[in-house]
């Protein structure tokens, strides 16, 4: 027999075998693949569904900073993609210079209108020159606000009826002056809230017109109110929690027929401890610190 045709006969009788081991080995290969695909696609899918089905990252996920202090700049554009912006006006007091606040953002770049308030007769100075910027859209007054001159103070500055936005951050008697406040209707208010106090508590701290944060106590930690009071305060005035940002300073608040049920927040939900202060102690470890000083149960 030529070497040829015994090549030709060891071919046929080897390849069939070989053929088939090969086809083998590619389906099992494939569904390996197959598996790991599915695999891989039930897991994008998941991570998917947790990212879109939390509020809480989902609000996250919208933070960022410009002016803000933290990412109050992108949760404030996300509420107001949400629910349209009615005449670009606010009020915000507690502005320090007003290089870093609520509002710097939506008056520089976004052209709003509105009034600044700050004690500070310093910082009033810097903010009337910083906000030059803005072509007179922008009033900065000094004034020491509480609960029993708030709604003249506004009134004096020719504030009243629905605005977009009020922001609130005293340092100390939030709870109080926010209660207390009638001349506007704000269709959005964000205020600060005590994350030391827990998610747990409805508390404030007793008012006192001449409140100061560090003289009151030396560790900075008893002022203001906690989330829940501010919660039940909002429910009585019309509004819904619709989150914190994450460094757990401030909670966003919306005129309830403004927004869907899906949208509202829990307090247990919204909640986040203050990050800085959470580095040096737990939040109960904070609390125990200022449990004996005067608190008013909301």
């Not at 598996?35 to 998941?46: D, G, T």
């Not at 320090?96 to 976004?110: M, V």
């Not at 005590?194 to 998610?199: E, P, T, V």
């Amino acid at each position: 027999m030529k070497t040829s045709t015994k090549i030709r006969v060891l071919i046929k009788k080897i390849l069939p075998g070989k053929i088939v081991k090969i086809i083998r080995n590619v389906k099992r290969i494939s569904k390996r693949l197959n598996v790991l695909e599915e695999n891989q696609r039930n897991l994008i899918n998941s991570q998917f569904e947790d990212v879109t089905n939390d509020k809480k990252i989902m609000l996250r996920n919208k933070e960022f900073k410009i002016y803000s202090q933290n990412g109050e700049d992108g949760i404030l554009l996300h509420i107001f993609s949400k629910i349209g912006i009615k005449k670009k006006d606010f009020v915000e007091f507690g502005i320090s210079d007003g290089r870093e606040c609520n509002t710097a953002n939506l008056s520089i770049n976004h052209s709003w209108r509105g009034l600044l308030m700050d004690n500070d007769k310093e910082n009033v100075v810097k903010a009337r020159e910083y906000y030059k910027q803005t072509n007179g859209r922008v009033k900065v007054i000094q004034c020491f606000i509480t609960k029993d001159n708030i709604n003249n103070v506004l009134k004096l500055n020719n504030v009243s009826g629905e605005i977009d936005l009020l922001s609130i951050d005293i340092d100390g008697n939030d709870y109080w002056v926010w209660k207390e406040i009638e001349v506007v209707n704000p269709r959005v208010v964000v205020i600060e809230y005590n994350g030391s106090f827990g998610d747990d508590k409805s508390l404030s701290v007793s008012y006192d017109p001449e409140f100061e944060r560090i003289s009151k106590h030396k560790s900075g930690f008893y002022h203001g109110a906690s989330l829940k009071a501010l919660a039940k305060l909002g429910k009585k005035k019309g509004y819904a929690l619709v989150g914190c940002d994450a460094t757990g300073c401030n909670a966003f608040f919306v005129k309830k027929v403004l927004i869907k049920k899906r949208d509202v927040f829990k307090v247990e939900e919204a909640f986040y401890p203050h990050s800085r202060r959470l580095k040096k102690e737990s939040t109960e470890r904070q609390f125990k610190r200022i449990k004996n000083m005067k608190f008013e149960k909301i």
